[in-house]
C-alpha cells in the first residue's frame, strides 16, 4: 500500500495547477520562483510576502520538492509564454523585459 502524501494549505485548481488553498491567485511556482532564483529561504519568503503564512509557505516548498518536475515544467511553460509575448510586442516596456530575465533567471 502506497502512502499518499497531503499538504495542507495547499490545493490543485482544475487546471492542476497548485496554489494555496486560503489565497489560490498565489501558486506554489511563485513560491517556488522566488525560492529558486533568489534563493530564499522560508523566512525570506515570508518577509518579502507577509501576508502569506508560515505554514503555508512550509507547505508550498514540500509540495514544489516532492512534484519539482511538474512545477518546473509549469515555471519554463510561463517562461517561454512570457518570452513570445515579449517577442510579438512592438513596444518593449521596461517593466515586461525585466519580468522576463527575472522568469530566465528562475528557470
Same mark, same amino acid.
Given at each position: 500500500?502506497?502512502?499518499?502524501?497531503?499538504?495542507?494549505?495547499?490545493?490543485?485548481?482544475?487546471?492542476?495547477?497548485?496554489?494555496?488553498?486560503?489565497?489560490?491567485?498565489?501558486?506554489?511556482?511563485?513560491?517556488?520562483?522566488?525560492?529558486?532564483?533568489?534563493?530564499?529561504? #522560508? /523566512?525570506?519568503? &515570508?518577509?518579502?510576502?507577509?501576508?502569506?503564512?508560515? @505554514?503555508?509557505?512550509? $507547505?508550498? +516548498?514540500?509540495?514544489?520538492?516532492?512534484?519539482?518536475?511538474?512545477?518546473?515544467?509549469?515555471?519554463?511553460?510561463?517562461?517561454?509564454? #512570457? /518570452?513570445?509575448? &515579449?517577442?510579438?510586442?512592438?513596444?518593449?516596456?521596461? @517593466?515586461?523585459?525585466? $519580468?522576463? +530575465?527575472?522568469?530566465?533567471?528562475?528557470?
Amino acid at each position: 500500500m502506497e502512502a499518499v502524501a497531503q499538504y495542507p494549505h495547499i490545493s490543485r485548481l482544475s487546471s492542476g495547477t497548485a496554489c494555496l488553498e486560503r489565497l489560490p491567485r498565489v501558486r506554489v511556482a511563485q513560491i517556488a520562483m522566488d525560492h529558486i532564483a533568489h534563493g530564499w529561504t #522560508a /523566512e525570506d519568503i &515570508l518577509r518579502q510576502h507577509d501576508y502569506l503564512l508560515p @505554514a503555508e509557505i512550509h $507547505a508550498a +516548498l514540500a509540495y514544489y520538492y516532492d512534484n519539482r518536475e511538474q512545477i518546473d515544467r509549469e515555471i519554463e511553460s510561463e517562461t517561454e509564454q #512570457a /518570452e513570445q509575448e &515579449l517577442k510579438s510586442s512592438k513596444s518593449q516596456p521596461l @517593466a515586461s523585459r525585466l $519580468a522576463i +530575465l527575472r522568469l530566465r533567471s528562475a528557470a
